[in-house]
């Protein structure tokens, strides 16, 4: 193991920084044949890397056009530190390096919408909560039920280049104030939220009872028979939307 790590750690410094930095006795055979096989296994990770950038941004490639996405993902691989990322998490980053190079800030936003997609997507298992139980409870219990925001959930407000691209896939994310993405079970699904959906769901980053979530949203609110109306409704949605997890 010890061999592999340090082979390994080897090999990508001699891959990122040139062969300077491949130690002679790693491999057997003379200098040029090892020099051969390198350039060879450095095509290939460079060719890996770059297919990662554009299966993780897809419809940004789509947005700018392909030439100029793989000039950009050429440029990115060149920053320091992007390389040492493993391939699923290579593209950190992509949205600000796309700011930078003079691109739209829509064009950036299309870029941190389809990462925090695939943030989700990685994100840890947890239980969704089914609005079955809760309608289960009588008014007393379901004050004093947890809830917490599931570890995949993300909502978050997007550039209108956003909700103009995904809306053409997600019906009425066109005109909504804010865009979730979750991934209750095995799929990632992207919905439209209100602010107040987002408020509720940044209140339960912790576990909150439903009737301590009704007092603390309910305050910025004139009407409490409204308020607690609205503030239901909007957990419902969320719930609907598998951005609630089961305690």
């Known amino acids: ?42 095509n290939t990770i460079s ?34 530190g992007v390389t040492a990322q493993p391939l699923t998490q290579i593209g950190a980053g992509f949205e600000q390096f796309l700011i930078d ?16 997609w695939l943030t989700a997507y990685h994100a840890a298992e947890a239980e969704p909560l089914a609005l079955d ?18 570890p995949a959930a ?5 550039d209108p280049l956003v909700h103009q691209v995904i809306g053409a896939e997600v019906a009425g994310l066109d005109a909504a104030e804010a865009i979730i993405i979750a991934r209750p079970q095995a799929q990632v699904l992207v919905s439209p ?3 107040l959906m987002a408020q509720l769901l940044a209140a339960a980053k912790n576990p909150v009872t439903i009737g301590n979530l009704l007092m603390q949203t309910g305050e910025s609110m004139d ?13 419902v949605a969320l719930i609907n939307a598998g951005a609630i997890a089961r305690l």
């Open 1 to 42: 193991m010890h061999w592999l790590d340090s082979g390994q750690s080897a090999m990508m410094a001699a891959l990122d920084h040139g062969p300077a930095h491949l130690p002679a006795e790693l491999f057997a055979g003379s200098p040029d044949r090892v020099l051969a096989g390198m350039k060879v296994h450095a």
């Open 47 to 80: 060719h890996a890397r770059l297919v990662a950038l554009e299966e993780t941004f897809p419809r940004t490639r789509e947005h700018i056009g392909h030439d100029r996405f793989n000039e950009h993902s050429r440029l990115f691989l060149l920053q320091p």
């Open 101 to 116: 190079q003079g691109e739209a800030a829509g064009t950036a936003d299309l870029a941190r919408f389809e990462w925090r």
């Open 133 to 150: 139980v809760l309608t289960s409870f009588a008014p007393d219990e379901l004050l004093e039920h947890t809830i917490v925001r599931h």
């Open 154 to 158: 993300i909502v978050s407000r997007f």
């Open 193 to 195: 939220a209100s602010a």
């Open 223 to 235: 009407n409490n028979e409204a308020a607690v109306a609205a503030i239901m409704q909007a957990l």
